[in-house]
Each structure stands twice: as structure tokens, then as C-alpha cells.
T-cell receptor, first 111, second 113 residues
Framework: GEDVEQSLFLSVREGDSSVINCTYTDSSSTYLYWYKQEPGAGLQLLTYIFSNMDMKQDQRLTVLLNKKDKHLSLRIADTQTGDSAIYFCADLNQAGTALIFGKGTTLSVSS | EAGVAQSPRYKIIEKRQSVAFWCNPISGHATLYWYQQILGQGPKLLIQFQNNGVVDDSQLPKDRFSAERLKGVDSTLKIQPAKLEDSAVYLC???????????FGQGTRLTVV
């Protein structure tokens, strides 16, 4: 079945760039997603990328997609302490109707 | 617009007891999801409704978990009897235009002791 893998932890200094990486197994994926989860909160959709795109930029966020290697990354420019959270990479299930999540990457930003 | 509402926020029960969670999706959203998020893991889909019909319940442990969505609006998820490994956050999400626009509630944190 489909699987999504992420590194578990990332620690950066305020003002630096953060890069969170993800690999997925389903070569037929049409959309790939990044969600953010702050303590005690639900999941917030940050951005998504369609599989025919290599890159998508949205303010401080840049998503890169390498379909050949099935690799997705999320770059956060000028990382702030408010960016500290768990970031989840997600793929659609084979039916295309629900999300499959990775285990999440905990981003810690120090001032 | 109002978000996805879930209650209760927290629940502590003893193993073998029963528990129920409630979800009120965003008005007009036809699709409703229940996810289970165990500590340190990503959310896992338990069940998906389209209006009041079940689309996918392949990962729902049907010997102890049940869910319903009467009238295609609110939904309840029940566990009976609970096991220690059911301790998790139960997230409800709804979507009106496909998964790209799924919105999540704050979740119910269940602790089974």
C-alpha cells in the first residue's frame, strides 16, 4: 500500500531556512500535501502541489517535488519561533478520496 | 465560517469502558472523516462518509469501533469496549470540494487507563 516517510526532528535558529523532507511510494500520486500541527490543535493545510509541477512557492514556503525519486520537500524561509510545530507530509490514497500521512517532522526554532 | 467542532476535548476512561465522540462538520460539507492519531505518529484514516453513506471503513476495527452519520451532518464515533492501545487523539475532518480542502477539528484526546 501507499507509504509516506519523513525525518522526525529538525532544529534551526530563528532567521535560518528550514527544509523538511518526505518520500512517498505511490508513483500515481496526483496531489501531495504539507500540513502543520501546533500543540493541542488540529491539522492546518499549509500548501499542496499537483504532480505535474516541480515547484510551488507561497510567501515563505517553497515546495519542491522530484517525481523520479518520489521526494517532496518543504522549505520555510526566514524561520520564526512561531513556525515551531509538527509538519506532516501527506499523499492521497489509491482511491484519491482520503489522506495518508507521514509520522511528522517536529520543527524546533530557537531564538 | 465556523470550523469543524468536536467534543469532548479530553476524555479519560478505564479499559473495557465505552466512550463516544461527536463531530459537527462545516455546514454544507458532504464528506466527513474520522482519523486516529497515536502519539508520535501521523493520523490514520478510520472511516470516511459521503453524506450519510460509508465510503471507506477498511481500517476501522469493527469489533469495537462504530461510527454513524445520521442525516448526513453530525457524526459520532464509539468505542466499546476500549483497550489501552486506543489511547490517541481522534480527529474529525470535513470536505466540500474534495480532499484538497479538508478542514480538521481540534480533536478529542482519549486516554485509556
Amino acid at each position: 500500500g501507499e507509504d509516506v516517510e519523513q525525518s522526525l526532528f529538525l532544529s534551526v535558529r530563528e532567521g535560518d531556512s528550514s527544509v523538511i523532507n518526505c518520500t512517498y511510494t505511490d508513483s500515481s500520486s496526483t496531489y501531495l500535501y504539507w500540513y502543520k500541527q501546533e500543540p493541542g490543535a488540529g491539522l492546518q493545510l499549509l500548501t499542496y502541489i499537483f504532480s505535474n509541477m516541480d515547484m510551488k512557492q507561497d510567501q515563505r514556503l517553497t515546495v519542491l517535488l522530484n517525481k523520479k525519486d518520489k521526494h517532496l520537500s518543504l522549505r520555510i524561509a526566514d524561520t520564526q519561533t512561531g513556525d515551531s510545530a509538527i509538519y506532516f507530509c501527506a499523499d492521497l490514497n489509491q482511491a484519491g478520496t482520503a489522506l495518508i500521512f507521514g509520522k511528522g517532522t517536529t520543527l524546533s526554532v530557537s531564538s | 465560517e465556523a470550523g469543524v467542532a468536536q467534543s469532548p476535548r479530553y476524555k479519560i476512561i478505564e479499559k473495557r469502558q465505552s466512550v463516544a465522540f461527536w463531530c459537527n462538520p462545516i455546514s454544507g460539507h458532504a464528506t466527513l472523516y474520522w482519523y486516529q492519531q497515536i502519539l508520535g505518529q501521523g493520523p490514520k484514516l478510520l472511516i470516511q462518509f459521503q453524506n450519510n453513506g460509508v465510503v471507506d471503513d477498511s481500517q476501522l476495527p469493527k469489533d469495537r469501533f462504530s461510527a454513524e452519520r445520521l442525516k448526513g451532518v453530525d457524526s459520532t464515533l464509539k468505542i466499546q469496549p476500549a483497550k489501552l492501545e486506543d489511547s490517541a487523539v481522534y480527529l474529525c475532518a470535513s470536505s466540500g470540494k474534495g480532499v484538497t480542502e479538508a478542514f480538521f477539528g481540534q480533536g478529542t484526546r482519549l486516554t485509556v487507563v
